[in-house]
């Protein structure tokens, strides 16, 4: 007999908010492409400088840990306190990661400039792939077999996704990707496999007694001084204001709050859930990509996108397997 019983009020707004997190989160991921090719100019090109988005996002962010650490040590003084503690050698310690993300994230909308936003969404799943192998390389865990499986067929996946064939629909617009896509996209999936396995490793070892409100203010600071440098250099920002962003738009207004949003959702999902959802938003996400790619510029899914997009999800469940069977097994334990 099934239990009509209303759950109690807390347990309901927890999963409310759980529930309100994953769709926030699939929504940002999926959103990126999604902007990312509406900002472009009639000709399919950008209009603005790449790394001034990068940069609006990285102060955005910036502002805010800087808020959240001024609430948790109390006062603007011992926020200031905690940031000059540390070492010097620490901040230097930051350049890798903060360079390799301003890199990934500049690359993310370069990559819809040769690749529609689904694809693009599926191929970059290959990051599961290259965090593994990078993962595999610097700390010489063994993988297994049935990790070594399910990335093989992770690849296989990513690579059918992005063979041409027959869309589903007659009369809908070609899902692509050319050659230098091909490269971008490799290039992404390595960047930020070494970005997130070095990140891990200095908020573990490193920084493992710091706040993670100071991790990340150390992240931001030296984000925004690489996306500054790099805005300054580029044709759209040369000659102009470091604040005259040349170029914008309401689409792309919308995709630095995207950005912004991405790593305030995240950590929400981090206190709320573990890394096993942030895999499943990543995963669901392509899903979502897909849908708006064909319901707003008309690319209909082909045969070898949707054979990619299932072997690509198997791929990922094979690869968590021990994960998911510990967080059912962990809320078995929480319900009895």
């Known amino acids: 007999m099934v239990d009509t019983t209303p759950l109690p009020m807390p347990r309901r707004a927890a999963l409310a908010i759980r529930v309100l997190l994953f769709a ?27 790394p001034s988005v990068v940069l609006a996002a990285e102060a955005v962010k910036l502002l805010l ?3 959240f650490l001024t609430a948790e040590r109390g006062s603007l003084v011992g926020a200031c306190r905690g940031m000059v503690e540390c070492s010097p050698w620490l901040w230097l310690a930051y350049t890798i990661p903060s360079v390799l993300y301003a890199l990934n994230n500049n690359l993310d909308m370069l990559n819809n400039l040769h690749m529609d936003p689904a694809t693009e969404h599926v191929l970059v799943q290959g990051k599961i792939l290259t965090t593994g192998l990078v993962w595999w390389l610097v700390f010489r865990e063994p993988l297994g077999l049935r990790k070594w499986l399910s990335l093989l067929v992770l690849f296989s996946g990513a690579v059918l996704a992005g063979m041409p064939s027959e869309a589903l629909f007659s009369g809908s617009r070609q899902m692509h990707i050319d050659s230098v896509g091909c490269v971008l996209v490799t290039v992404h999936c390595w960047v930020s496999a070494c ?17 993670i409100h100071i991790s990340n203010i150390r992240l931001y600071s030296i984000g925004c001084v690489v996306n500054l440098a790099a805005h300054i250099l580029s044709d759209h920002g040369a000659g102009q204001s470091l604040f005259a962003f040349k ?40 899903y979502v990509s897909a849908l708006f790619a064909w319901t707003i510029f008309g690319y ?13 999800t198997i791929a990922m469940l094979i690869f968590n397997l021990d994960k998911i069977r510990g967080a059912m097994q962990s809320t078995e334990k929480k319900e009895t």
């Open 24 to 50: 926030c989160g699939s929504l940002c991921y999926a959103l990126l492409g999604i902007l990312s090719q509406l900002s472009k100019e009639d000709d399919g090109t950008y209009g603005y400088s790449l």
């Open 247 to 286: 170029g914008y738009n309401r689409y792309v207004v919308a995709l630095v709050v995207t950005y912004a949003s991405m790593g305030l959702l995240l950590s929400q999902v981090m206190k709320w859930f573990d890394n096993i959802v942030k895999l499943f938003i990543s995963g669901s996400s392509m």
């Open 300 to 312: 209909a899914p082909t045969v070898n996108f949707c054979i990619g997009v299932g072997l690509v």
């Open 65 to 67: 840990s800087c808020c």
């Open 195 to 211: 970005a997130g396995v070095y990140n891990e490793w200095l908020l573990k070892v490193l920084g493992k007694d710091d706040s």
